[in-house]
């Protein structure tokens, strides 16, 4: 047994810290850090700890177990230090039920719901416990008591009587296990977001991971910005989903109207794809082309009209490949196929999101991080960006799984290809 002491208290008796509450954590504790995380977590919350237990696994791939007393000066303090080390996997000894409380008011949940995270999650209902379905970050965890389920709902879908978590209280996380001692782009080396780091093996990594799903081991995601136009992708962007190794595609306005206007004018933004350079009135062109498609009264009927025969949208089409282009107060029309209602978009993003396991985001900021809000922990993502700060945000703002490439949209495409394309 191990006594910790807080540095500015000296050390710690059970007077001056009375309240007390026994944790354990299961798995890969060790090798995933998690143990040492939740002891500095302890100490920085001014709680104490001792550690009564600790057993650890043989192999690589045993599990470890390791038992704690924690103790705090205060019940809030000590419900502070429980709430924090719980996203590591620290649950107590003898856990109880969760709490429920019914929704009073529609798209609102009570005072104190249980904010859930993008990790695997239970809770425990009548002594057993359930594992919560399409789990997503920052929702609500609703209860069906009669069938026994629980789910992620977001605050805008919540009805009046909805059952809803309370508290931390009968809910457990599963932090994901990262292998340390795997060498691949997803084993969350020191850091990917370098401009300065090799990018060849990750592309390689990519590709695999690519080239698995579309043998059925997983369902890729694209969410891609107009960049991938601007900057001469397009025929690859369009190679990969003419491939088979697209399976939904998340967008705005931008990369639609800019890749119908590539087929129509043979421009994007005006400016000619294959000179570089601006052409008589070409600033009309992006404008045109939505009004086109505006007055045909969808990009599918574009295509099957034989108008549109080219391009990104088109072999979406053709391939029956579900996409999702939300709406921007930017938008310019919008095309009819753009979603305007924003949490109508987060409704369906959610449904497309469901079996996703790879997701390539390619120069877009804020869809980027809109899109990785709704992924679990265990979609592996990938966020191809020139501005490093892309990445750190997407970090910032919980997708901790990201890896991050910094470079031009162009290069990374046509790399990928070529690595697609080849056998190995």
Same mark, same amino acid.
């Given at each position: 047994?191990?006594?910790?002491?807080?540095?500015?208290?000296?050390?710690?008796?059970?007077?001056?810290?009375?309240?007390?509450?026994? =944790?354990?954590?299961?798995?890969?504790?060790?090798?995933?850090?998690?143990?040492?995380?939740?002891?500095?977590?302890?100490?920085?919350? &001014?709680?104490?700890?001792?550690?009564?237990?600790?057993?650890?696994?043989?192999?690589?791939?045993?599990?470890?177990? %390791?038992?704690?007393?924690?103790?705090?000066?205060?019940r809030e303090r000590?419900? &502070?230090?429980?709430?924090?080390?719980?996203? #590591?996997?620290?649950?107590?000894?003898?856990?109880?039920?969760?709490?429920?409380?019914?929704?009073?008011?529609?798209?609102?949940?009570?005072?104190?719901?249980?904010?859930?995270?993008?990790?695997?999650?239970?809770?425990?209902? #009548?002594?057993?416990?359930?594992? !919560? +379905?399409?789990?997503?970050?920052?929702?609500? =965890?609703?209860?069906?008591?009669?069938?026994?389920?629980?789910?992620? !709902?977001?605050?805008?879908?919540?009805?009046?009587?909805?059952? =809803?978590?309370?508290?931390?209280?009968?809910?457990?996380?599963?932090?994901?296990?990262?292998?340390?001692?795997?060498? $691949?782009?997803?084993? @969350?080396?020191?850091?990917?977001?370098?401009?300065?780091?090799?990018?060849?093996?990750?592309v390689r990594e990519? %590709?695999?991971?690519?080239? %698995?799903?579309?043998?059925? +081991?997983?369902?890729?995601?694209?969410?891609?910005?107009?960049?991938? !136009? #601007?900057?001469?992708?397009?025929?690859?962007?369009?190679?990969?989903?003419?491939?088979? @190794?697209?399976?939904?595609?998340?967008?705005?306005?931008?990369?639609?109207? #800019?890749?119908?206007?590539?087929?129509?004018?043979?421009?994007? /933004?005006?400016?000619?794809?294959?000179?570089?350079?601006?052409?008589?009135?070409?600033?009309?062109?992006?404008?045109?082309?939505?009004?086109?498609?505006?007055?045909?009264?969808?990009?599918?009927?574009?295509? &099957?009209?034989?108008?549109?025969?080219?391009?990104?949208?088109?072999?979406?089409?053709?391939?029956?490949?579900?996409?999702?282009? %939300?709406?921007?107060?930017?938008?310019?029309?919008?095309?009819?196929?753009?979603?305007?209602?924003?949490? +109508?978009?987060?409704?369906?993003?959610?449904?497309?999101?469901? $079996?996703?396991?790879?997701?390539?985001?390619?120069?877009?900021?804020?869809?980027?991080?809109?899109?990785?809000? /709704?992924?679990?922990?265990?979609?592996?993502?990938?966020?191809?960006?020139?501005?490093?700060?892309?990445?750190?945000?997407?970090?910032?703002?919980?997708?901790?799984?990201?890896?991050?490439?910094?470079?031009? =949209?162009?290069?990374?495409?046509?790399?990928?290809?070529?690595d697609l394309k080849?056998?190995?």
């Amino acid at each position: 047994m191990t006594q910790s002491s807080h540095p500015s208290l000296g050390v710690v008796t059970p007077d001056s810290e009375p309240f007390v509450e026994h =944790v354990e954590m299961n798995g890969h504790i060790i090798e995933s850090l998690l143990l040492p995380k939740v002891l500095d977590q302890i100490t920085a919350l &001014e709680g104490s700890f001792s550690i009564d237990q600790v057993t650890i696994g043989q192999q690589r791939n045993d599990p470890s177990h %390791a038992s704690l007393t924690v103790r705090a000066g205060s019940r809030e303090r000590l419900e &502070e230090i429980l709430t924090s080390i719980g996203q #590591h996997g620290a649950v107590p000894r003898d856990p109880k039920d969760c709490v429920l409380r019914p929704c009073d008011i529609p798209g609102a949940f009570p005072e104190d719901f249980y904010c859930s995270t993008n990790q695997r999650t239970d809770i425990r209902l #009548h002594g057993e416990w359930i594992a !919560v +379905e399409d789990q997503e970050m920052d929702c609500g =965890v609703v209860v069906n008591q009669a069938a026994k389920s629980a789910r992620c !709902v977001p605050m805008s879908n919540v009805a009046v009587g909805d059952m =809803v978590v309370i508290g931390r209280q009968g809910t457990r996380v599963h932090p994901e296990f990262h292998d340390t001692t795997k060498r $691949d782009a997803f084993s @969350f080396m020191d850091s990917t977001v370098s401009s300065e780091k090799p990018k060849g093996a990750t592309v390689r990594e990519i %590709a695999a991971a690519m080239k %698995a799903a579309r043998r059925g +081991e997983g369902k890729i995601l694209v969410v891609a910005g107009p960049a991938v !136009v #601007h900057t001469g992708s397009r025929d690859d962007f369009s190679w990969l989903i003419e491939q088979g @190794f697209v399976d939904v595609l998340f967008a705005g306005n931008a990369l639609a109207t #800019h890749d119908i206007e590539q087929s129509f004018y043979g421009t994007s /933004l005006g400016v000619s794809v294959h000179e570089g350079s601006a052409v008589e009135k070409g600033h009309e062109h992006h404008l045109r082309t939505i009004n086109r498609i505006r007055r045909l009264g969808s990009i599918r009927q574009a295509v &099957e009209s034989g108008i549109l025969t080219s391009g990104i949208m088109y072999q979406c089409v053709k391939r029956d490949i579900p996409f999702l282009l %939300a709406g921007s107060i930017r938008d310019d029309g919008p095309l009819p196929d753009v979603v305007t209602d924003a949490i +109508e978009a987060q409704r369906r993003m959610r449904e497309l999101c469901r $079996d996703v396991t790879f997701c390539l985001m390619i120069a877009t900021t804020l869809h980027s991080i809109a899109t990785g809000n /709704l992924l679990p922990a265990a979609v592996k993502v990938v966020c191809v960006d020139i501005n490093p700060a892309t990445v750190t945000k997407l970090a910032d703002r919980g997708t901790f799984q990201t890896v991050g490439l910094v470079t031009d =949209v162009q290069p990374f495409l046509s790399i990928l290809v070529e690595d697609l394309k080849s056998d190995k």
